[in-house]
């Protein structure tokens, strides 16, 4: 079993939906999560830490649930420049070296 | 502003040449790390380095080394031994490695992209 695993898609969703994914972890000594944003040929960039009461930015809300070892990540009000790759990361606390997620790809269409 | 710079942007290499990808990081993190992405693929581990003069394998080492002589550099040599060097590379760094330190996501060069000639 990966240790991080997400669907990879791709979400193709009209401009203005909301859009969710998941991502599950399997090393139940993990202690932190990120979602990141990597367009095309681009870097990866930060889009968000993940806390354990959930947050919110704008339209972007992510959440952590320990129980059942995973994360999400919802758009609202989805935008074209939204289309991009979402990558997830989580780390364990004994080692801090990040795994990412293959990621999962969003197309936003007019 | 403080940032990763990798260098150069693009690279090729001829067969059983060894070529340097640099990275520069005026941050102060103390921790720092290649990865290596393939098309659709997810990012591998290939070294990271938590302090200066000190650097350990990640998953994929083979064919790779590095040096860390200084705190703001790290740079990753592509030896002939590697024989599929072929895919995009970036550098990234976070403040360190220590426990009283939670939270801290990395920080990302702009890559390097390779190709075999």
């Excluded at chain 1, 790759?85 to 790809?105: A, D, H």
């Excluded at chain 2, 860390?68 to 060097?85: C, G, H, M, Y």
Aim: proline residues 5%; glycine residues 8%.
């Amino acid at each position: 079993r990966k240790e991080v695993e997400q669907d990879p898609g791709p979400f193709n969703v009209p401009e203005g939906a909301t859009v969710a994914f998941n991502c599950t972890y399997s090393n139940s000594a993990s202690q932190s999560f990120f979602w990141y944003r990597q367009d095309c040929r681009k870097e990866p960039k930060l889009l968000m830490s993940v806390y354990s009461s959930g947050n919110e930015d704008g339209r972007f809300t992510a959440q952590l649930n320990r129980a059942s070892q995973y994360i999400s990540l919802l758009i609202r009000d989805s935008k074209l420049s939204d289309s991009a790759t979402y990558l997830c990361v989580v780390s364990s606390g004994g080692s801090y070296i990040p795994t990412f997620g293959r990621g999962t790809s969003l197309i936003v269409h007019p | 502003d403080g940032g990763i710079t990798q260098s150069p942007k693009y690279l090729f290499r001829k067969e059983g040449q060894n070529v340097t990808l640099s990275c520069e990081q005026n941050l102060n993190h103390d921790a720092m790390y290649w990865y290596r992405q393939d098309p659709g693929q997810g990012l591998r581990l290939i070294y990271y380095s938590q302090i200066v003069n000190d650097f350990q394998k990640g998953d994929i080492a083979e064919g790779y080394s590095v040096s860390r002589e200084k705190k703001e550099s790290f740079p990753l040599t592509v030896t002939s031994a590697q024989k599929n060097p072929t895919a995009f590379y970036l550098c990234a760094s976070t403040l360190g490695f220590s426990r009283d330190v939670s939270n801290q996501p990395q920080h990302f060069g702009d890559g390097t992209r390779l190709s075999i000639l």
